[in-house]
């Protein structure tokens, strides 16, 4: 006999306990049944969707991102016709940042200054000019299009050989050289935001770049500062990365008298959901509940 789960979320990073319980929690609520996948049952659930006994009419993923022994469940349930959320194709894509830099820009999205460069093994004598540095900046940013995550591999350069030896880390790898964005101040904060695309939903924070502290932007505050435009920055992100569930970085800035909101960090693919009582540098319960509750009730109306 069949057993079919409204929702199946797949995880295994401790940290994700919380916002996997909440999301739990909201299902409950709306009479949505849920099946928890982890690395102790993960062959039997596997076996379960290819032998056909288990079905799940939506997926979450939180898990392959980092074990691929989670992979090969995730693509079985994509093949069955699983509505999955933040499917894997799309997830892969997103996380290259070259990629999405010259998609987003090709879609009028700001961003940063950039030089592209290629990976050091296939052209290891390429380098900028001076004339090119000059152009950027200094300091200036020095971040892999790929192989980078929470702040991982992302460095503040000066010189033409700070490139050249970052390059060497992960020689794999393009990277991207990006002039430093430094953001106004609003009432004597930061005007750097990560905001959250949940299923159509666009919730949006105060974030500090340097010591990673996130406070809730109040309703108020879109309107004083006219922060609004965020969500339309947000939509377009959106239209160009095609996942789900993702959070960006975004800078206000003024150029040439003129405000304007520029996307530093393109796609975050698997956002860091920890709740803010349990770590300082964590999302405003808030935040991850009103997500949590926005899973649950797509899921819902799955049913």
């Known amino acids: 006999m069949k057993t079919i789960y409204h929702l199946g979320i797949a995880w295994e990073w401790e940290y994700d306990f919380d916002f996997v319980n909440l999301i739990e929690r909201k299902c409950k609520e709306k009479e949505v049944t849920v099946c928890l996948i982890s690395s102790e049952n993960l062959r039997d659930i596997y076996n379960g969707v290819k032998n056909g006994d288990i079905k ?23 093949r069955s016709g699983t509505r999955v959320i933040n499917r894997y194709e799309n ?50 940013v020095i971040k892999p299009s790929t192989e980078t995550g929470g702040g991982f591999g992302v460095k503040i350069g000066y010189s033409i050989q700070d490139i050249i030896e970052t ?15 430094k953001p106004i101040c609003l009432d004597g904060r930061k005007a750097w935001f990560r905001a959250f695309y949940v299923l159509g939903e666009i919730l949006i924070c105060w974030w500090d770049n340097e010591n990673k502290i996130y406070e809730i932007v109040k309703p108020s505050e879109i309107i004083k ?79």
């Not at 010259?102 to 990976?119: R, W, Y």
């Not at 050091?120 to 090119?132: A, C, I, V």
């Not at 390059?167 to 964005?181: A, F, G, H, W």
């Open 167 to 181: 390059r060497k880390e992960v020689p794999y790898d393009s990277y991207l050289v990006q002039e430093l964005i």
């Open 56 to 78: 799940f009419l939506t997926y979450f993923d939180r898990a392959s991102d980092t074990n691929e022994n989670f992979l090969e469940l995730n693509l079985s349930v994509e």
């Open 225 to 303: 500062w006219e922060l609004d435009e965020i969500k339309y920055v947000m939509l377009k992100i959106q239209g160009v990365c095609n996942l789900d569930f993702f959070s960006s970085e975004i800078a206000l800035v003024i150029e040439d008298g003129v405000k304007k909101f520029i996307v530093v960090d393109y796609v975050n693919e698997v956002p860091d959901m920890r709740l803010k009582s349990k770590a300082i540098d964590g999302v405003p319960d808030e935040i991850v509940e009103r997500i949590s509750d926005k899973i649950a009730e797509f899921a819902a109306n799955l049913k």
């Open 91 to 140: 997830m892969i894509r997103a996380l290259d940042k070259a990629k999405m830099h010259l998609e987003l820009l090709n879609a009028g999205v700001n961003l940063p200054f950039t030089f592209i460069l290629p990976p050091l093994d296939d052209e290891p004598t390429f380098k900028l000019s001076e004339k090119e540095i000059e152009k950027i900046g200094i300091p200036f």
